[in-house]
């Protein structure tokens, strides 16, 4: 079955900073790759997405490239501030009507002043 | 931009309670979904539907109850409510049949006694 694995946190980080958080996954088809953001007391929020290889995500500073041969979707950031604290999840949705997205477990971020 | 509204915000329940959760969506999407958010776990897949009249069940389905009697509407039921069933419950929506990003509510904490 499909199944995606995000570095564990909490990862914690100085303001102006570089982030890299790291996921793979594992699916049977061409599944599309997302990465979720989560805001503390909040619902998740789409931050990006990649519908094919090579394909970059991109939104507010946040980048993604879905690469097929190492089946990798990190996430980054050059340079992090304080209101992008939150838990950042990675998650994969594969072809077919009733297709579930498939979550990794999630990573803590916080930035520090 | 209502987009999917979930209530309660907020329940305390004593075990061997029912109760159910509601979750509107305002965008004419065919797929919804009910998650379970615990910590260490990310996102699990309780229930889904496709349409009106179709559900199905996902990773983790005992002991809740769907239905959808119309496009707009997918309430989760909690038959007896456990301590285990203590969690944060997503309710998202999508388009159907396409690899696209699902749409999360808010969240309802449910705290089992």
């Known amino acids: 079955g499909n199944s995606v694995t995000q570095m564990e946190g909490p990862v914690t980080l100085s303001e102006e900073a570089f982030l890299t958080i790291n996921c793979t996954y594992t699916a049977t088809g061409y599944p599309s790759l997302f990465w979720y953001v989560q805001y503390p007391g909040e619902g998740l929020q789409l931050l990006l997405k990649?519908?094919?290889?090579?394909d970059k995500g991109s939104n507010k500073g946040f980048e993604a490239t879905y690469r097929k041969e190492t089946t990798s979707f990190h996430l980054e950031k050059g340079s992090v501030q304080v209101s992008d604290s939150a838990v950042y999840f990675c998650?994969?949705?594969?072809?077919?009507?009733?297709?579930?997205?498939?979550f990794g477990t999630g990573t803590r971020l916080q930035v520090t002043l | 931009n209502a987009g999917v509204t979930q209530t309660p915000k907020f329940q305390v329940l004593k075990t061997g309670q029912s109760m159910t959760l509601q979750c509107a969506q305002d965008?004419?999407?065919?797929?919804m979904s009910w998650y379970r958010q615990d910590p260490g776990m990310g996102l699990r897949l309780i229930h889904y539907s496709v349409g009106a009249g179709i559900t199905d069940q996902g990773e983790v389905p005992n002991g809740y109850n769907v239905s959808r009697s119309t496009t707009e509407d997918f309430p989760l039921r909690l038959l007896s409510a456990a301590p285990s069933q203590t969690s944060v419950y997503f309710c998202?929506?999508?388009?159907?049949?396409?690899?696209?990003?699902?749409?999360f509510g808010e969240g309802s904490r449910l705290t089992v006694l």
């Open positions: 990649a519908t094919k290889a090579d």
């Open positions: 998202a929506s999508s388009y159907a049949g396409v690899r696209g990003e699902l749409f």
């Open positions: 998650a994969l949705r594969d072809t077919g009507t009733a297709s579930k997205l498939t």
């Open positions: 965008m004419n999407h065919e797929y």
